[in-house]
């Protein structure tokens, strides 16, 4: 039960990965538009903040392929598409995101910056799961 081939935990993985991400970056577009002034600055911090996540999350898409493209058996559970560190650090990352949003300790204008960022790097990283489930023969 709930035992999918090892392809389509690529798919899931790319799905879950595109929904954060587009979800993280409308959280950052919003609070763009939320802003009196937005600046070039501001925009370049964007982008610093997408290669710096975009970077690492490349790597963790490719380091997820192989491991799930080595799996021995044919099916696997849905949830593997993660391993148990991955799944620690996606509740550890929503949980700090949610808590910094709305405990006002930081500013619009990092929310804006650095969800924009992070949200256009999570949904690379989908992608990049979709691109390996293409590429990947059934």
């Known amino acids: ?82 391993d148990l560190k991955s799944y620690i650090i996606m509740a550890v990352m929503m949980s700090g995101g949610i808590w910094l949003r709305y405990s006002g300790l930081v500013p619009d204008i990092f929310i804006a910056v650095f969800y924009t960022g992070l949200g256009c790097a999570l949904t690379l990283a989908g992608i990049l799961f979709w691109i390996m489930f293409i590429r990947t023969p059934s």
Not at 7 to 22: E, N, Q, S
Not at 34 to 42: E, F, K, M, P, S
Not at 70 to 78: D, G, L, M, V
């Open 1 to 82: 039960m709930f035992h999918v081939k090892k392809r389509t935990l690529l798919a899931t993985a790319g799905c879950v990965w595109l929904i954060a991400g587009f979800n993280v970056a409308r959280l950052g577009i919003l609070s763009y538009l939320g802003l009196h002034q937005i600046t070039a600055i501001n925009i370049l911090l964007s982008a610093v903040v997408f290669c710096a996540f975009g970077f690492m999350f490349f790597k963790m898409a490719l380091k997820h392929t192989r491991r799930i493209r080595n799996y021995s058996e044919i099916y696997r559970p849905i949830w593997y598409f993660f």
